[in-house]
């Protein structure tokens, strides 16, 4: 092209490596956005996004145990979502047809302690329940809220009946409580 020099290897290399941090930065910025603001967008080849059911987190960098199969945030994040989501659409459909739930965790301490085995499966112990911090808005199909507030949930079965209870996968207790929580609350007008 006119007024432009040909680009040398160094000059190629000089441009790589400032490119590098902005990228990163760039990121970094996306990464942390998609999580603090909302994890409603999965990763490719996960479930779609739910008309019923919107899940966000506020800062789960400091949730007290969110971490799944030892994973970092992100995933630990988008796995939780797509539970919450699968386990509490039957419900939405069933008893709030038409309306959306927006659930806001602000703190998750998922059931057990530590993890054991190749597998690493959470330890579930009678000492150590699961606990779900959150805001919630069941809103009707015109936008209007019909339920909000904040709430905490503790799973209370007992060590016994928790062995017994169908397990299907690392945060079926924190669901269970979700579904359990989402079936009695109680709506305005």
Known sequence: MFGTKPE?????????????PVYATYAAAVLIGSIVCATQV????????SALVRVQYVKP??????????RDIGYSAS?????????????????????????????????GSGTTGPRSVQVVRSHTPARVSFNYQLQ????????SGSQTL???VTFGRAANAPRSGPVSAETRMLQRWLQRLRVTG
Do not use: C
């Not at 040398?8 to 590098?20: G, L």
């Not at 999965?42 to 996004?49: E, I, L, R, T, W």
């Not at 009707?140 to 339920?147: F, K, L, T, V």
């Open 79 to 111: 796995y939780f979502t797509k539970e919450v989501t699968r386990t509490l659409e039957p419900v939405m459909s069933n008893r709030f047809p038409g309306n959306v739930l927006t659930l806001q965790f602000t703190n998750i301490d998922l059931a």
């Open 61 to 70: 960098q400091n949730f007290t145990d969110f971490r799944i199969h030892q």
């Open 154 to 156: 503790v799973n209370d």
């Open 140 to 147: 009707d199909q015109s936008g209007r809220s019909i339920a």
């Open 8 to 20: 040398t290897p160094i000059d190629a290399k000089i441009s790589a490596t400032m490119k590098r």
């Open 42 to 49: 999965m990763a490719a080849g996960a479930a779609a996004v």
